[in-house]
C-alpha cells in the first residue's frame, strides 16, 4: 500500500478539486506540486473546529495536513490557512493562466500564493501582500525558492496595485476599494471575500469587460477575518441587508459611478452591484 506523504498529497490535490466542482489538471497539478507542511510550520498543528475553537493533531505526521481542514498559522488572532476545497473553487473561477500577473491580498504564510506561482509558471508573476509582519516575514522565507514571486509586509489598501490579470483576496472587505478595480486588466478577475461585519457574507467574482464595464458572479457563502483598510460600517449594513432579502442568484454585475437604479441588489460609496447583465 502507498502511504508516502506524496500518495496522501497527490489524492488530496485529486479530492479537494474536484468536490469544488473543478477537474482541471492544472489545479490539480498546482496543489499536488506545493507541500502543505512546508507552509504550516512544525507539528503538532491546531486544526480550526469553530467558534475560536482548536484541536491539535495527533501527532507531526505531515500526511495528517492532507485533510480538507483550517490549520491554524496565528491561533491568538483566528489567522488559518484556509480551507483547501474553498480555495480549489475560488481559484477556479479566477482561472489564473500561464503568464498571467497575479496580486495575492492577505497572503498569509504564502501556501496559496505558491499554489498561484504554480499555476501562472515561470512566465508569470504573482505579488503577495501580507499585512502581518511576522506572517509576511514567514511567507517570505517559505516562497524564497519561488523566483516569479515578491511578498510585500504592507496593505494592499493604500496607494495603486500593479496591473495584474487576477487580483487573488483571503481576507473580507466591505466593499472592492476602486485601487483594486482599476488594476484589473481588461478580462482581469477579483475573486474576493465581501462580508459585512458580522455573519457569513459571500466570494464575488468580478470581472473586468472594458474600461467601464464589470460582469459579477456570487460564488458562495463565506466567513474571512477582515481585511483592514477595506471596511466601512455603513456598507456593512447595506451588504448584510442585501444578504438577508436577496438571493445570490440575482448578482449579475458591478457599476461604477452611476446612480443605482431599480436593479440595485447592494449600494456601496460609488459603486453597486446590479441583478442586470453589465
Not at 54 to 82: K, M, V
Not at 205 to 233: E, H, N, Y
Request: charged share 15%.
Amino acid at each position: 500500500m502507498n502511504d508516502t506523504v506524496e500518495a496522501h498529497r497527490a489524492f488530496y490535490a485529486q479530492f479537494i478539486v474536484r468536490s469544488a466542482g473543478s477537474a482541471d489538471p492544472r489545479l490539480i497539478d498546482a496543489f499536488n506540486a506545493v507541500p502543505r507542511e512546508g507552509f504550516v510550520g512544525p507539528g503538532p498543528w491546531p486544526v480550526f473546529i469553530g467558534g475560536g475553537q482548536y484541536l491539535p493533531t495527533i501527532s507531526d505526521d505531515p500526511r495528517l495536513l492532507y485533510q480538507d481542514i483550517l490549520i491554524g498559522l496565528a491561533t491568538e488572532r483566528g489567522i488559518n490557512n484556509g480551507q483547501p476545497s474553498l480555495h480549489a473553487r475560488c481559484l477556479a473561477a479566477a482561472a489564473p493562466a500561464a503568464g498571467d500577473s497575479v496580486v495575492h491580498v492577505g497572503a498569509g504564510t504564502g501556501y496559496y500564493t505558491a499554489v498561484l506561482a504554480q499555476l501562472v509558471g515561470s512566465a508569470g508573476r504573482v505579488q503577495a501582500y501580507e499585512i502581518e509582519p511576522d506572517l509576511a516575514q514567514r511567507a517570505a522565507q517559505n516562497l524564497r525558492g519561488h523566483a516569479n514571486v515578491s511578498v510585500r509586509a504592507a496593505s494592499a489598501t493604500e496607494g495603486a496595485l500593479p496591473p495584474a490579470d487576477v487580483i487573488y483576496v483571503c481576507a473580507g472587505a466591505t466593499h472592492p476599494p476602486a485601487a483594486w478595480l482599476d488594476a484589473l486588466k481588461p478580462g482581469g478577475r477579483l475573486v474576493l471575500p465581501l462580508t459585512p461585519n458580522e455573519g457569513f457574507g459571500v466570494m464575488l467574482q468580478i470581472t473586468r469587460l472594458d474600461a467601464r464595464r464589470f460582469a459579477a458572479t456570487a460564488l458562495m457563502r463565506v466567513s474571512f477575518i477582515p481585511c483592514i483598510g477595506a471596511r466601512d460600517d455603513a456598507t456593512s449594513a447595506s451588504l448584510a441587508a442585501a444578504l438577508e432579502r436577496q438571493s445570490l442568484k440575482a448578482v449579475r454585475s458591478l457599476r461604477r459611478g452611476d446612480p443605482p437604479d431599480s436593479s440595485a441588489w447592494c449600494v456601496g460609496q460609488g459603486w453597486w452591484i446590479s441583478s442586470e447583465a453589465p
